[in-house]
């Protein structure tokens, strides 16, 4: 079956604006997550969804950083007043359930912030 | 912040040799998961070994772990030009849900 999706691939953009990176997980998987890739900081957790559940936001860096997950599928992450700092490669994940299953990571998206 | 570290940061070998890669983390864990990521894009799922487990194969791929030294070792046997690519450990600890990576190992095999 088809993987985790993400859009756009690659994303430019100017400091000061907004962007919203989309993520389609797995079909079945209730579980979903958000990283990001840095050269400086490597590969850190963002945010988690589990089903209707209230989300783990406990690794989002600032206030600009939100994401939602419609229908217990799609996920929308949303970088407010974007920085140069936030360039860096995101990465959806999701897995069956939580904890004890296996996370399959999607291509990311490349954002820069010029 | 990076649960762990990883050990060594690169290697090098020739196709064919065995390649072993190893993974220290701080906390107590659930589960350890080895990922391989090429060209810095998307992760690719190894293998998932759980707390009480000591020993899991796949393939080429042997994983240990040791929950007493909070250390994990991935083996890759007969290696190939192919698996040229970055290693991750990553643990999710106990009462967690998602995941925190090492640091890497860069692995380059040389045909």
């Known amino acids: 079956g088809a993987g985790v999706s993400q859009s756009p691939s690659n994303k430019v953009t100017e400091k000061g604006k907004d962007v919203e990176l989309r993520c389609d997980p797995i079909?079945?998987?209730?579980?979903l997550y958000w990283y990001r890739q840095s050269l400086g900081q490597g590969l850190e957790f963002l945010i988690y969804?589990?089903?209707?559940?209230?989300?783990?936001k406990s690794g989002l860096p600032s206030d600009r950083f939100s994401a939602e997950r419609t229908g217990g599928s799609v996920s929308t992450l949303t970088i407010q007043r974007t920085q140069q700092e936030d360039s860096a490669v995101y990465l959806c994940?999701?897995?069956?359930?939580?904890?004890?299953?296996?996370?399959?990571f999607g291509p990311g998206t490349r954002l820069t912030v010029t | 912040s990076q649960q762990g570290e990883e050990d060594p940061q690169a290697l090098s070998i020739q196709e064919g040799e065995n390649a072993t890669m190893n993974c220290s983390y701080k906390?107590?864990?659930?589960?350890l998961q080895w990922y391989r990521q090429n060209s810095g894009r998307g992760l690719v799922h190894l293998i998932l070994?759980?707390?009480?487990?000591r020993e899991k194969h796949s393939g080429r791929l042997r994983v240990t772990l040791d929950t007493s030294k909070k250390s994990s070792s991935l083996l890759i046997t007969a290696s190939r030009a192919a698996d040229t690519a970055s290693y991750f450990c990553?643990?999710?600890?106990?009462?967690?849900?998602?995941?925190?990576f090492g640091t890497g190992t860069r692995l380059t095999v040389i045909p």
């Open positions: 994940a999701s897995s069956f359930r939580a904890s004890q299953y296996e996370q399959y």
């Open positions: 079909s079945g998987h209730t579980a």
């Open positions: 969804f589990q089903g209707n559940s209230a989300p783990d």
């Open positions: 906390t107590s864990i659930n589960n």
């Open positions: 070994i759980r707390s009480n487990e």
């Open positions: 990553a643990t999710v600890q106990t009462g967690a849900n998602n995941l925190f």
